[in-house]
Structure formats: structure tokens, C-alpha cells
């Protein structure tokens, strides 16, 4: 759901921004939990709902969308190899919004990175794994 949603958006950004609230939390909920590998309650949605929705929230969301461009990234890309410090990037093997490639990818281009593939977790691993990443950062932080 996630890059062709966004595609659209990009399309109607307009059309986008004067949803019914009705409308745009049902699309928030199937947004967010398309980025979660486990059902996730409303609940525990809410956190993740409430700054995009209202006057303010449901205008920023589609703005920050519209922002989405490979370029911005592309273009700092080069600086990445000038990363001194040590470097552990996490990603869930079911991200369904970037994929696991790129994740790779990036760890590549960073010096002194190493990447560790979290299964069973989405985009949202705090969701999905949260163990899995507080056991990362303890080895990564802890002394050797």
C-alpha cells in the first residue's frame, strides 16, 4: 500500500487534504497498520493517528508526502562514506513500505555499519520486535 498510495497522493494532494475526518482516519488505520507485520489494536494505533488528523494534522500529512523524492536522499548519498562513527542499521524483513534491499544498500555505503535483518517485523519494528531492537542497541552499547 505504501508507494502507491503515496504515488497517488502525489497525484490529488489537493483532493487529499479536504477528506472527511471519517475518511482520512480509515485511511490512516489501513496506512499504518499496512507497515505493521502483527494485528495492531486501535488502540495502540492512536499514538501514530492523532498528529495527522484535524485541521492541522491532515494538511501536514499529505505535505510531508508530497516532500517524498529520491532526490533528497540521492543527493546526500555521497556524503555517507564520511560517517566516522560505527554505524548498526536494523530492518524488517517484511517491510512492506522500503524494502529490504534498500536497506542493504545503505548499509554498503556507510563505513563501519553493520545491518541486522529483524524477521517477522515491518517498518514500524517497535511494533512488531520491540525486544529485538532493545537487544541490538544493549550489544551495540555495551562495552566490549
Not at 502507491?4 to 490512516?28: G, K, M, S, T
Not at 499529505?62 to 529520491?70: E, F, G, L, T
Amino acid at each position: 500500500m505504501g508507494f502507491p498510495f503515496v504515488q497517488l497522493v502525489l497525484n490529488y494532494a489537493e483532493a487529499f487534504c479536504r477528506l472527511p475526518d471519517y475518511l482520512q482516519r480509515a485511511i490512516l488505520q489501513a496506512y499504518i497498520r499496512e507497515a505493521v507485520c502483527r494485528p495492531i489494536s486501535d488502540t495502540e494505533l492512536e499514538p501514530y493517528l492523532a498528529p495527522w488528523l484535524g485541521p492541522v494534522g491532515q494538511p501536514a500529512f499529505y505535505r510531508q508526502m508530497a516532500q517524498m523524492d529520491i532526490k533528497y536522499t540521492d543527493e546526500v548519498q555521497g556524503q555517507y562514506r564520511n560517517v566516522r562513527c560505527p554505524v548498526r542499521l536494523l530492518w524488517g524483513s517484511e517491510d512492506k513500505w522500503i524494502p529490504i534491499a534498500r536497506g542493504r544498500e545503505l548499509a554498503a555505503m556507510i563505513p563501519q555499519c553493520s545491518f541486522t535483518e529483524i524477521p517477522g517485523a515491518g517498518h514500524l519494528m517497535q511494533e512488531d520486535a520491540p525486544e529485538a531492537i532493545t537487544a541490538a542497541a544493549l550489544r551495540f552499547f555495551s562495552p566490549s
